[in-house]
């Protein structure tokens, strides 16, 4: 049996230090008689890059539902190891595999390498992370791919010799209405061709089948400023079909499923949309800062009843961070905690004051230290600190990381780089910004690298120019 290459994918997802998962779409064929449909199954085996032989091959399902894709799940690996894997799909139901005595001929199927995490608490890490991946989508068909030499140049790090522990894309990876009104997806087989499109782009291909990739949504996953203008007919509508093809493509290898019998159970809906996972000194909490959110009627930012969050991933972020790890605390979030626009922002965290007030008083009172927050959506990259007046021992970083690439010129947005930060009644205390900037609004990536002392905050420019380096001590 033919291992044929996979459509889509392979993108290797979440990277434990003794599990892996890979994505992989196949292709269904409709019989001779095109009356009916052969379906695919896919195939992965792998093997420690010091052994000469490979495992024996799993067989997953690769479902019509979730666009004829699946994840496999290899488990019993070692922490901090190389590994090579192959991967493919061919015609045949699962079920009746005879998986035993089948012979497969590997050829074509794609053969990659990555490492497994650490589990060590004071390894040092380095991830690459950003956002919006604009992706035009013309006259029906044709995609912009210029957004690809991103990808490209961190590839080229990578194959220079850079560790690269993970990549970190933190929301708006498709723009599903790029054109607003004119031409946004609206069906699933629109928003399945959006996220094909998007990630089988050659480096960025390349990126995600060897380096550890996680995700988050932001409004361009559904559409501009998801909720603010959503009718109730796109809540029935257009948000389970753009969620649908979110799960698919960015949820299905993550960490929020549970793996369950050698698989990754991504059947039924889940009922969250964010997660956490851990590498070396690093703890991550990756939100979902749009699906949650509650307007509240209300356009006064300090208005207690505005959630950007649910109370019950509030309360999960809250446990999280005081759960005594002693790791860094990195906390994705798909729009920035700070700094705020110096116009009203009600889309950020800015909008949302209360329950901002309210993390910050636990962060703060708690003594939860290297804390770290990581967004991207406003087109310029930076970091910046809060202080307290009153409480020497409190400080939060903010590193921001946007835009992978926007077609247009870039605005010089006005951002608050000192002074005291916006918070309600909740406190009464006073958080200030410090050592905020500089803002780059090229194209571009940013590279973390972090320890228990301190992190090193770089951005390069869309083709590999090293734009600025800061370094923030915990």
Request: proline content about 4%; charged content about 25%; glycine content about 6%.
């Amino acid at each position: 049996m033919k291992v044929k290459p996979l459509t889509t994918g392979p993108i290797l997802g979440a990277v434990t230090g003794d599990t892996a998962r890979i994505f992989g779409r196949g292709e269904y064929k409709l019989s001779r008689n095109k009356k009916s449909v052969l379906p695919c199954v896919g195939v992965a085996r792998i093997r420690a890059l010091d052994s000469s032989d490979y495992d024996p091959p799993i067989f997953f399902k690769m479902s019509p539902a979730f666009d004829t894709s699946g994840v496999a799940v290899f488990e019993e690996l070692s922490s901090e190891t190389e590994y090579e894997y192959q991967i493919g799909y061919f015609l045949q139901k699962k079920e009746e595999v005879d998986q035993a005595n089948i012979k497969l001929d590997w050829s074509k199927a794609h053969t990659k390498q990555f490492q497994t995490a650490s589990t060590d608490p004071k390894k040092s890490r380095s991830f690459v992370f950003g956002s919006c991946r604009y992706l035009l989508k013309l006259f029906g068909s044709w995609f912009d791919d210029r957004g690809d030499k991103t990808f490209e140049s961190i590839l080229k790090q990578i194959n220079s010799g850079t560790t690269t522990n993970s990549l970190l894309m933190v929301g708006d990876q498709i723009y599903a209405d790029d054109l607003n009104a004119i031409g946004a997806d609206r069906t699933i087989e629109e928003f399945f061709s959006r996220y094909q499109e998007t990630f089988t782009q050659p480096h960025i291909r390349e990126l995600m089948a060897q380096v550890p990739t996680y995700m988050t949504l932001d409004d361009h996953e559904i559409e501009d400023n998801w909720p603010s203008k959503a009718s109730s007919k796109d809540w029935v509508t257009l948000f389970p079909v753009a969620i649908h093809a979110y799960i698919t493509y960015q949820m299905s290898h993550s960490p929020l499923f549970e793996i369950v019998d050698d698989k990754a159970d991504v059947i039924g809906s889940p009922s969250k949309l964010w997660y956490k996972f851990t590498d070396g000194c690093c703890d991550f909490f990756v939100t979902d800062t749009r699906t949650e959110r509650d307007e509240a009627e209300s356009s006064d930012p300090a208005f207690e009843e505005r959630e950007i969050i649910n109370e019950d991933q509030f309360e999960a972020l809250k446990k999280w961070l005081a759960d005594g790890s002693e790791r860094v605390k990195f906390v994705a979030s798909a729009v920035p905690f700070f700094p705020d626009f110096k116009k009203t922002g009600l889309d950020k965290w800015s909008g949302y004051l209360h329950q901002r007030t309210e993390l910050l008083e636990f962060i703060r009172t708690n003594k939860i230290k290297r804390v770290v927050f990581l967004s991207g959506d406003v087109h310029c990259s930076m970091s910046a600190e809060l202080l307290c007046e009153e409480d020497p021992d409190f400080k939060i970083i903010s590193l921001i990381s946007s835009a992978f690439f926007w077609p247009y010129p870039h605005k010089s947005g006005s951002f608050q780089l000192s002074g005291k930060l916006k918070t309600t009644s909740l406190t009464s205390h006073s958080y200030t910004l410090t050592n905020a900037g500089p803002a780059h609004f090229d194209d571009n990536f940013s590279r973390v690298t972090c320890d228990l002392n301190s992190l090193k905050f770089q951005v390069f420019q869309r083709l590999g120019k090293l734009l600025g380096e800061k370094e923030h001590s915990f």
